[in-house]
């Protein structure tokens, strides 16, 4: 009787998991939007969990900001940014619906770095380098952002992770998480390192392109300011300042091509979307 127990609480379990593994394989974070972006997922780690840790990451970040006096919180630079978050952030609901309840947050460092980042759930990150060095337009820092708006969309981190958890690469994120705070930050900081560090695939790439420009259009900026900025991207790599943004976007030739082809369903969202009043 004992056995026959066991082995019908096994079988139990067994299905239970072999559900969740289906649930998890099946997982598409997004609607697909007029750019039609659209894959299944896999996912071993829940969204929460990630955007928990990633915020970890993302606390200590700006700390270390603070304590060497490079955080900026306000100032032109900084209500430039938010005026473009506060414009693409409405949109990303075109895409999920959860969006509304980010704890969205920007995050200007000054540091002569060519580097933007979005953390999981919302954290915006922008260093003075890029804008300075590449003298971006208002049309091209909304392409940078709303990319990296769209990573966090499409929770390529939390793809990134659970690959690596399937690899047995990253052991037990969630039970080194719910240990002291010092455990937790190593473990947030090894979550950042697979969001942040490693390079994004070719496929998570053209996702985060699609979705970028559809943001940015129908949040009144002009499109084609993705083609300009990965322009000034390729320039600036040839150049004696290359790019941290291109080691972890790896920029092949076909990605204006691709920029390019997507124009026509971005356009009419461009052309009827109301345009900001600043645009520099
Ligand atoms: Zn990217």
New binding site residues.
């Given amino acids: 009787m004992v056995a026959r127990r066991y082995w019908r609480q096994r079988l139990r379990l067994t299905l239970a998991l072999a559900t969740l593994t289906l649930l998890s394989a099946c997982a598409n974070t997004t609607r697909p939007g007029a750019v039609g972006v659209n894959r299944s997922q896999f996912m071993m780690i829940s969204s929460s969990e990630v955007n928990r840790l990633s915020a970890i990451s993302y606390n200590e970040q700006n700390k270390k900001a603070k304590d060497k006096n490079v955080l900026v919180t306000s100032g032109p630079m900084y209500e430039r940014l938010k005026v473009i978050a506060n414009r693409l952030i409405p949109h990303t609901q075109e895409f999920r619906d959860d969006t509304r309840d980010w704890d969205w947050q920007l995050t200007l460092i000054d540091a002569p770095v060519l580097n933007a980042t979005c953390a999981p759930g919302g954290k915006i990150t922008f260093y003075t380098g890029i804008i300075n060095q590449l003298n971006l337009s208002d049309d091209e820092i909304a392409a940078i952002m709303g990319?990296?708006i769209?990573?966090a969309l499409r929770e390529?981190g939390r793809e990134r992770v659970s690959q690596a958890m399937a690899q047995n690469l990253v052991v037990n994120v969630a039970m080194a998480a719910a240990g002291p705070y010092g455990s937790a930050v190593s473990v947030g900081n090894q979550v950042a390192h697979y969001v942040f560090v490693l390079p994004?695939s070719r496929d998570?790439?053209s996702e985060?392109?699609a979705i970028?420009l559809e943001l940015a259009a129908r949040a009144g900026y002009n499109p084609m300011g993705a083609v300009s900025v990965w322009e000034k991207m390729i320039k600036a790599n040839k150049g004696k300042s290359s790019p941290e943004?291109l080691s972890?976007?790896p920029s092949g030739e076909t990605r204006i091509e691709q920029l390019t082809a997507l124009m026509p369903a971005v356009e009419p969202l461009y052309k009827v979307a109301p345009k900001p009043s600043t645009n520099k």
């Fill in positions: 990319h990296e769209a990573h390529h994004n998570n790439e985060a392109d970028g943004f972890t976007h």
